[in-house]
């Protein structure tokens, strides 16, 4: 029998995929069997949210908020995740007072939450667009007057959502220091573009040349990642974002990582080991895995074995050998590693990027 567990482990699995629907799927059925999980309807809120479905996105929102109202015991991060996804929501809908209070309501709970501060700016900048209203006159009352008929007052159109995020296309590779992500707008102003990087979160927004907003959460990453050293730069025909990796050769399975807090979603499995949520398809044994891990704990292959190797030479060269590793893959960005110091002494050690790559110079 497919559990509640089961299918939101898929719905992640999907998640990372960038399969969305998918995802809103497996989220959905697992809600249909337990409409008790918080953190499900948080996810299919996040997921709604990638998918431009702001309405949807609010509303699980809310589902999720009155959840935590008959939950006490629901540990504060969850609820200010609960209140982000709100006002993140309500700012789609270009509902910028609701988002307000929704957001200040997630920072007086964790002031530290991912991205939190750079959705209060810009729901602070459009407020600062909205027409002010002036405060009402008292007038002297008018003589009385035969009753007339009211006037129709014009329906006011609403405001019509933020383009559904899946219409403009993005793309990422990485190698073993960076991870570098391509979002395909063309003939976008720099002025336009806001970008914020933290250690855990990526926000995008950019003023398209349509008129319309686009955005781009990714929250939280995959992996951390070192701020101050990533960088993007806008060109005539994208946006590329390049992020420094805060563990070097550690491979991304995938952009995202999944933020609900999966100790709360901890079932057993027939064995009666814990089974926790997962990006894969299948139950995971993880005592069993922690076990194999300790048996292969000493075992190294690959870029581990290769990396390794490396450090080992590193430490017992002489000082030449040092400073010819150290100089030679610094200065050509980590595709050339030499030991040689009389060849690399001479001069600057150009980049070799692998065949069929090409080597891309970013601003600061």
């Known amino acids: 029998m497919t559990t509640v567990q089961d299918l939101f482990a898929q719905g992640s699995h999907a998640f990372a995929d960038e399969d969305y629907e998918e995802a809103v799927n497996f989220y959905t059925k697992a809600i249909e069997i337990n409409a008790s999980h918080v953190e499900i309807f948080l996810k299919r809120s996040a997921t709604y949210q990638k998918l431009g479905k702001d309405k949807e996105a609010y509303e699980d929102a809310l589902k999720a908020l009155a959840l935590i109202k008959e939950k006490p015991s629901v540990d504060v991060s969850v609820e200010a995740k609960a209140q982000l996804r709100k006002g993140v929501a309500a700012f789609h ?15 007086a709970l964790s002031p530290d939450q991912r991205t939190l501060a750079s959705w209060m700016r810009k729901n602070e900048q459009e407020l600062a667009k909205q027409p002010k209203v002036a405060a009402p006159v008292t007038a002297p009352a008018p003589a009385a ?4 008929a009211a006037a129709p007052v014009a329906a006011v159109p609403a405001t019509p959502a933020t383009p559904a995020a899946h219409r403009v296309r993005h793309e990422w590779y990485q190698n073993d220091s960076h991870v570098t992500i391509s979002v395909f707008i063309k003939n976008v102003k720099k002025e336009s573009v806001d970008i914020n990087i933290s250690e855990n979160a990526l926000s995008v927004s950019v003023k398209m040349p349509t008129g319309s907003d686009y955005s781009l959460e990714l929250d939280p990453l995959s992996h ?12 005539s025909t994208k946006i590329e974002i390049q992020l420094k990796k805060e563990r070097f050769a550690i491979k991304w399975g995938a952009l995202e990582g999944d933020d609900v807090n999966a100790g709360s ?46 450090a080992q030479i590193y430490k017992d060269a002489d000082d030449n050998t040092k400073r010819a590793m150290m100089k030679s893959f610094t200065e050509s960005n980590g595709t050339c590693l030499s030991t040689n110091w009389d060849e690399v002494g001479k001069g600057t050690v150009e980049t070799r990027p692998p065949e069929g790559m090409v080597a891309k110079k970013y601003n600061s």
């Open 93 to 107: 809908l270009h509902d910028y007072q609701t988002a307000k209070v929704a957001l200040e309501a997630c920072h």
């Open 145 to 148: 007057a035969p009753v007339a």
């Open 224 to 235: 951390a990642v070192v701020p101050s050293e990533s960088k993007f730069e806008v060109l």
């Open 265 to 310: 979603m901890a079932t057993t499995n027939a064995a009666g080991a814990p089974a926790y949520p997962s990006s894969s398809r299948k139950t995971k044994n993880w005592d069993a895995l922690e076990k194999e891990a300790a048996k292969d704990e000493d075992k190294a292959d690959g870029d581990k074995a290769l990396n390794q190797l490396f």
